[in-house]
């Protein structure tokens, strides 16, 4: 998967302290990073950076597969999800290369500002900040309907989201270790993913009441979508990838939390390499069991309830007469959605408060507690939750619909991330080859897909991006196709607007400032990061 490769951290600091002035340079990086407004504390362990993952996995996955199986077919659920879970795992660990050397506020906003214009790290940051600020009273709401399973009354779906905001709010406001404290609860996803494969798997083999068996030969592996025949199978491929990058994106959102992190380049590099376990456990296992389990053209499918009764696998377990896991599951939906629901406030607020740190925001967001929790960030970004309350009055249904439905926008957002990352990486890996350093500061993670990586994702990300609203044009419809692709012009005029405003310029590569406020080895206590690892060293990390 990866490799590590150690250079001399001392060597490398002190024959590129001095970086030439302009717009990439120690000038210019100071110009834009206040290092001194970046008074976060590093309060947050491993296991946190790792549960920290586990949010991301969250009601797209255990509300949408089922949606995704419709429309791709069982063996077109599992190609999507190879191409997507790829290309989510090329960005990890292209962004990790990056937070490894450079573990500070802003993460792939800062990394765009510093190593390619800092109008792109504008545009990145305001619109990432948009995604999850939009996004956090969306999970709110779901989490709120996903109660509805066990109480149908419509009148408590305000009660639960006054609960939910004033726990999201609560969980944030009292701190990065309180935050990451609470989001072990998810540990219990990898025991729930594995107790749905062995359940499918038994169901599957004969083990339920009603004995079901796997519905691979009929209606088919594949599902024609838009056209008949091959061109419909196709087209049903493409129209997956969006459901799966759905499901998939936002993994890039653990280096937001870097800055935070106690010993960040050994977390951050643990963390990343969980990432391609839980890519093959939770989606491509449960991809494959799900489409052994239920056909692809099953009516229920295609009903959006907003709860568990949504989910394949309580359709499955229903059906094959086991009462109680569909409340287990449910359970797990909704503590997802509430994850989810921290994890947005909390990238939601550490963006704002980089943008602060680095003078694309308002200063006084930058305003930390005596404890190093940035308060007045998380208390802006927690404005959004309110919006959830716009959804109380309407139907479980109608409100799941209109989160599901809106998501084309957030996700092109996700996916313009994911190129902006493969660029800046690209930046990031050529620009030292100019300065003649080799790969990493600190030399205690370097990727061997790289290069190729950071070219995958950016192809990729570009092919994703142009697919995102494709069946628009089948019947179209002007509010669809804005929809679809108005994200596009709003990147463009937020990266536009910015690099006019303050006449920023694309920095070249003998320019690009690898040192200025970055922290040394030594200030984050991880000076044995470069000793040479055994064998058996090795072998223990890769488990």
Same mark, same amino acid.
Not at 168 to 178: D, I, M, T
Not at 190 to 219: A, E, F
Not at 263 to 286: D, G, S
């Given at each position: 998967?990866?490799?590590?490769?150690?250079?001399?951290? =001392?060597?490398?600091?002190? &024959?590129?302290?001095?970086?030439?002035?302009?717009?990439?340079?120690?000038?210019?990086?100071?110009?834009?990073?206040?290092?001194?407004?970046?008074?976060?504390?590093?309060?947050?362990?491993?296991?946190?950076?790792?549960?920290?993952?586990?949010?991301?996995?969250?009601?797209?996955?255990?509300?949408?597969?089922?949606?995704?199986?419709?429309?791709?077919?069982?063996?077109?659920?599992?190609?999507?999800?190879?191409?997507?879970?790829?290309?989510?795992?090329?960005?990890? %660990?292209?962004?990790?290369?990056?937070?490894?050397?450079?573990?500070?506020?802003?993460?792939?906003?800062?990394?765009?500002?510093?190593? /390619?214009?800092?109008?792109?790290?504008?545009?990145?940051?305001?619109?990432?900040?948009?995604?999850?600020?939009?996004?956090?009273?969306?999970?709110?709401?779901?989490?709120? /309907?996903?109660?509805?399973?066990?109480?149908?009354?419509?009148?408590? %779906?305000?009660? +639960?989201?006054? %609960?939910?905001?004033?726990?999201? +709010?609560?969980?944030?406001?009292?701190?990065?270790?309180?935050?990451?404290?609470?989001?072990?609860?998810?540990?219990?996803?990898?025991?729930?993913?594995?107790? =749905?494969?062995?359940?499918?798997? @038994?169901?599957?083999?004969?083990?339920?009441?009603?004995? &079901?068996?796997?519905?691979?030969?009929?209606?088919?592996?594949?599902?024609?979508?838009?056209?008949?025949?091959?061109?419909?199978?196709?087209?049903?491929?493409?129209?997956?990838?969006?459901?799966?990058? #759905?499901?998939?994106?936002?993994?890039?959102?653990? &280096?937001?939390?870097?800055?935070?992190?106690?010993?960040?380049?050994?977390?951050?590099?643990?963390?990343?390499? &969980?990432?391609?376990?839980?890519?093959?456990?939770?989606?491509?296992?449960?991809?494959?069991?799900?489409?052994?389990?239920?056909?692809?053209?099953?009516?229920?499918?295609?009903?959006?309830?907003?709860?568990?009764?949504?989910?394949?696998?309580?359709?499955?377990?229903?059906?094959?007469?086991? =009462? @109680?896991?569909?409340?287990?599951?449910?359970?797990?939906?909704?503590?997802?959605? #509430?994850?989810?629901?921290?994890?947005?406030?909390?990238?939601?607020?550490?963006?704002?408060?980089?943008?602060?740190?680095?003078?694309?925001?308002?200063?006084?967001?930058?305003? @930390?507690?005596?404890?190093?929790?940035?308060?007045?960030?998380?208390?802006?970004?927690?404005?959004?939750?309110?919006?959830? !309350?716009?959804?109380?009055?309407?139907?479980?249904?109608?409100?799941?619909?209109?989160?599901?439905?809106?998501?084309?926008?957030?996700?092109?957002?996700?996916?313009?991330?994911?190129?902006?990352?493969?660029?800046?990486?690209?930046?990031?890996?050529?620009?030292?080859?100019?300065?003649?350093?080799?790969?990493?500061?600190?030399?205690?993670?370097?990727?061997?897909?790289?290069?190729?990586?950071?070219?995958?994702?950016?192809?990729?990300?570009?092919? !994703?991006?142009?697919?995102?609203?494709?069946? %628009?044009?089948?019947?179209?419809?002007?509010?669809? !196709?804005?929809?679809? +692709?108005?994200?596009?012009?709003?990147?463009?005029?937020? +990266? @536009?607007?910015?690099?006019?405003?303050?006449?920023?310029?694309?920095?070249?590569?003998?320019?690009?400032?690898? /040192?200025?406020?970055?922290?040394?080895?030594?200030?984050?206590?991880?000076?044995?990061?470069?000793?040479?690892?055994?064998?058996?060293?090795?072998?223990?990390?890769?488990?």
């Amino acid at each position: 998967m990866a490799s590590s490769h150690h250079l001399d951290v =001392k060597d490398f600091r002190s &024959t590129h302290t001095h970086t030439d002035s302009g717009p990439g340079g120690s000038d210019g990086a100071a110009s834009f990073y206040k290092a001194d407004l970046d008074k976060v504390q590093r309060k947050l362990n491993g296991i946190h950076v790792q549960m920290y993952i586990a949010g991301v996995i969250g009601t797209g996955l255990f509300l949408g597969l089922g949606q995704l199986l419709a429309t791709t077919g069982p063996l077109g659920v599992l190609l999507v999800f190879l191409l997507v879970g790829s290309v989510a795992f090329a960005s990890i %660990v292209s962004v990790t290369e990056m937070a490894v050397l450079a573990p500070i506020s802003g993460s792939f906003s800062h990394y765009a500002a510093r190593w /390619v214009d800092p109008a792109l790290g504008f545009a990145v940051g305001w619109n990432y900040f948009y995604t999850c600020a939009i996004t956090l009273p969306a999970e709110i709401t779901a989490a709120a /309907v996903v109660i509805s399973f066990w109480d149908h009354n419509p009148n408590h %779906v305000s009660i +639960y989201v006054a %609960v939910l905001v004033t726990a999201v +709010y609560s969980v944030n406001l009292l701190g990065p270790r309180f935050f990451g404290n609470s989001e072990l609860c998810r540990i219990v996803f990898p025991l729930i993913s594995l107790l =749905k494969v062995i359940g499918g798997l @038994v169901i599957n083999l004969g083990g339920g009441p009603d004995h &079901t068996r796997s519905y691979w030969k009929r209606p088919g592996p594949l599902v024609s979508s838009l056209e008949p025949g091959a061109l419909g199978r196709f087209l049903g491929l493409l129209l997956g990838i969006i459901y799966a990058a #759905f499901s998939m994106c936002g993994m890039e959102i653990i &280096t937001l939390a870097a800055a935070e992190t106690r010993y960040p380049r050994k977390n951050m590099i643990t963390a990343m390499r &969980t990432v391609f376990f839980r890519i093959f456990v939770c989606y491509f296992l449960t991809g494959l069991i799900v489409g052994m389990l239920i056909p692809s053209n099953d009516p229920q499918l295609f009903k959006k309830t907003g709860n568990a009764g949504q989910s394949p696998f309580v359709l499955v377990f229903n059906r094959a007469g086991v =009462k @109680v896991l569909p409340h287990i599951v449910n359970a797990v939906v909704l503590t997802s959605a #509430f994850s989810s629901a921290n994890g947005m406030l909390y990238s939601a607020s550490r963006l704002l408060f980089a943008l602060g740190v680095q003078g694309q925001a308002p200063k006084f967001i930058t305003t @930390v507690s005596r404890n190093g929790v940035p308060y007045v960030a998380i208390i802006a970004s927690g404005l959004f939750s309110f919006l959830a !309350f716009l959804n109380v009055n309407n139907s479980s249904g109608k409100v799941f619909n209109i989160i599901s439905s809106g998501f084309v926008g957030p996700i092109n957002v996700h996916l313009s991330s994911w190129l902006m990352i493969g660029i800046t990486y690209l930046r990031f890996y050529y620009g030292l080859k100019v300065r003649g350093t080799g790969r990493g500061m600190s030399g205690a993670y370097r990727s061997i897909f790289q290069p190729y990586a950071g070219m995958y994702v950016v192809f990729w990300s570009i092919f !994703f991006i142009l697919v995102s609203g494709l069946s %628009v044009f089948w019947h179209f419809n002007g509010p669809d !196709f804005v929809a679809a +692709y108005i994200n596009l012009p709003i990147f463009a005029l937020l +990266y @536009v607007g910015w690099k006019i405003f303050k006449k920023t310029k694309i920095i070249p590569f003998s320019q690009l400032d690898f /040192v200025t406020g970055i922290p040394s080895l030594e200030e984050t206590e991880e000076t044995d990061i470069l000793e040479k690892r055994t064998g058996m060293q090795r072998v223990r990390q890769f488990l």
